[in-house]
């Protein structure tokens, strides 16, 4: 069955600003309705406040000049000016309560795009232009106020109080002379159009700041993790790293110069449109007032309108531009929170139907990684074929195998051969392009996959641990569902017992340092033994362990080897393995080359054949026998 999910062809959206602030409007009513009330009190309060502002001067310019009493002005001023005092203290309070809300649902928002990662097929967690897409989404959230949330908030609400006083003021201008208005708006669009192209000029360096800030921030964190102290000191990488870190530096001072440059044009180009505006306007203003067109106290009103209305027409280009380079950020976010979810739940058939042990049965199956970038550990030769789509790396080709109720398959071949794979399809991680596989003889896409995943416990090639409590690795959920028996049970079946008691450690201990600094910090060794634990605790019907050993020295791995039929015991197992010897301990050896099985048996069968088996066994056995390491 094909998986209609797939990455191949995947094109970044684009969407305009209105959809950003339509898309960020619903997620506030859905998640903090209070942002778009507060939002909303201190546009309307934002715009009272200047209109009251040039209002003010006039009325007292009329109270003189109509030689108003001192009473009589008090009783006017007064009151005006307490009233705006006011509101603008209501309206400081609806920008301070709405910054500290909409910055609170940065962190809610970080976390819906991990639980996101979660949910999304597990082929988009391996393709490398879905995980570049994921991390620009959490970069544009981890900005501060410079993060795509922030600024969409922010330029909005800026670009709403801007237009509001931008229709009040243009009113108020209006009345004067409707002449003046328009060329106003038409200098004020010279120089947004100005704004715009310093933006595109940004945006054509773009890619390059990228890079070079992840070539500069790869440095970085290559001088300061803990991992690589002991190879920069014995390979004498320190000069090498900051002129790495140095050249990183240059490449982004050049960017920023070139950036500056040009801006520097663009703004001075800008003031002496700015200037030849309110020059003009002004002017305009005096030659009416010195005609006797208009009083003293409107000249103040004009004059006060025409320095706002300005700000207004600059303040919303600006507002524009920011809100535009926001959408690009906004674009990476939404589309990846907009990615088809794994459907977990669908099916017809539930896996208490089944009879445990299960056999596992791969029918005519194909499969081919869309994204070559998917198939880190498949370096399959096929990807030469030049009649396949540009990126897409073919493993598997009309492949039938079949796994026995209750039977220990040791899966071998070389790096490439497509064993890795096989897990994954096994597991549901992927589905088959073409054929099926079975689970007691029943296609496995009839069972929903949140059940399929219970069929298995399984210890895979990458560490995970995580920084939370020993009790909370082993069993992978929250503390008061942790078996505490069950758990050090595991933990003595994989060989950790007495290292733990040694260490006065309990279930209650974190690990690593990530959190707590007195957290426990094992050996690759070791923390293969923790992930075998882990996969013991689970106790699923189907046991796979892809190379649990390759950290392990030979007498522990030994001790795995002999244990092996312990932990597999009522179970059906996969065990895929490099070291040859760890397949004697296997009902049945599969070999796989290029995605094909080309022997299958038990490991006396495959010598006796004196195949590629036999010859890979030889080879790593020499080696032994010489004395040298394997």
């Not at 009473?71 to 509101?87: E, G, N, S, W």
């Not at 050896?589 to 022997?599: A, F, S, T, W, Y």
């Amino acid at each position: 069955m094909k998986d209609k999910t797939q990455t191949e062809g995947f094109v970044l959206k684009h969407y305009s600003i209105i959809s950003d602030i339509v898309y960020f409007i619903k997620y506030f009513r859905k998640y903090e309705p209070f942002v778009l009330l507060l939002c909303s009190l201190e546009i309307i309060l934002s715009a009272v406040v200047p209109l009251a502002g040039i209002y003010l001067p006039k009325i007292a310019v009329d109270l003189v000049v109509n030689d108003a009493s001192i009473q009589k002005a008090a009783f006017v001023l007064i009151p005006f000016t307490l009233l705006i005092m006011a509101v603008y203290t209501l309206r400081t309070a609806a920008a301070s309560g709405k910054y500290n809300y909409y910055n609170s649902q940065r962190d809610q928002f970080i976390a819906l795009l991990f639980l996101k990662s979660l949910k999304v097929p597990y082929k988009y967690t391996e393709s490398g232009e879905i995980k570049k897409v994921y991390w620009k989404a959490y970069d544009s959230l981890c900005s501060g106020d410079w993060s795509a949330l922030s600024r969409i908030v922010t330029g909005t609400t800026s670009i709403a109080v801007n237009i509001l006083c931008f229709v009040l003021y243009s009113t108020v201008i209006g009345t004067l002379d409707i002449w003046l208005l328009i060329v106003l708006d038409i200098l004020a669009f010279a120089n947004y159009a100005l704004n715009l192209c310093q933006i595109h000029y940004e945006e054509t360096f773009r890619d390059a700041m990228a890079d070079s800030n992840k070539k500069y921030y790869c440095v970085l964190n290559s001088m300061g993790h803990t991992k690589g102290a002991k190879d920069i000191r014995i390979f004498g990488m320190n000069n090498w790293l900051v002129q790495l870190r140095d050249k990183a530096i240059e490449m982004q001072r050049q960017i920023n110069q070139k950036i500056f440059h040009r801006k520097s044009l663009f703004e001075k180009a800008g003031f002496v449109l700015s200037t030849a505006r309110d020059t003009g306007a002004y002017a305009f203003l005096l030659y009416q007032a010195l005609n006797g067109v208009i009083d003293i106290g409107e000249f103040v009103l004009y004059f006060g309108a025409i320095t706002g209305f300005s700000g207004f027409i600059t303040s919303i280009m600006n507002s524009l531009a920011e809100l535009r380079a926001a959408a690009n950020s906004t674009d990476y976010l939404r589309a990846y929170m907009e990615l088809p979810e794994e459907d977990t739940s669908s099916g017809n058939r539930h896996i208490s139907e089944l009879k445990f042990p299960v056999k596992i049965d791969f029918k005519n199956v194909s499969f081919a990684y869309q994204d070559a970038s998917e198939a880190t550990e498949e370096n399959t030769n096929e990807t030469n074929n030049t009649e396949k789509p540009a990126g897409k790396k073919q493993v598997f080709r009309h492949l039938d195998l079949s796994i026995n109720a209750g039977e220990k398959i040791a899966l071998v071949g070389v790096n490439g051969a497509g064993k890795t794979t096989l897990v994954k399809l096994l597991c549901g991680m992927y589905n088959p392009d073409e054929g099926e596989i079975l689970v007691n003889g029943i296609d496995r896409n009839e069972f929903p996959k949140k059940e399929l995943y219970m069929l298995f416990s399984a210890v895979f090639q990458e560490q995970l641990i995580l920084p939370f409590t020993l009790g909370e690795n082993i069993a992978m959920d929250k503390p008061d569902n942790i078996d505490n028996q069950k758990a050090w049970d595991a933990i003595s079946k994989a060989g950790l017992k007495e290292f733990f008691e040694e260490k006065d450690i309990n279930l209650k201990k974190y690990m690593t340092k990530n959190i707590m600094e007195d957290g426990i910090e094992l050996s690759g060794g070791q923390q293969q033994r923790l992930l075998l634990a882990r996969a013991l605790y689970k106790d699923a019907p189907v046991l796979v362990l892809d190379e649990p050993t390759a950290a392990l020295d030979p007498v522990a791995e030994s001790e795995i080897y002999n244990n092996y039929n312990k932990y597999s015991e009522g179970k059906t197992a996969l065990f895929i393995s490099h070291r040859l010897a760890s397949t004697r301990f296997s009902d049945r050896i599969i070999m796989l080359e290029d995605g094909r099985v080309v022997e299958e048996g038990s490991h006396s069968e495959l010598m006796a054949l004196n195949g590629k088996y036999a010859e890979m066994f030889h080879i790593q056995s020499n080696y032994y026998e010489k004395g040298e390491i394997a």
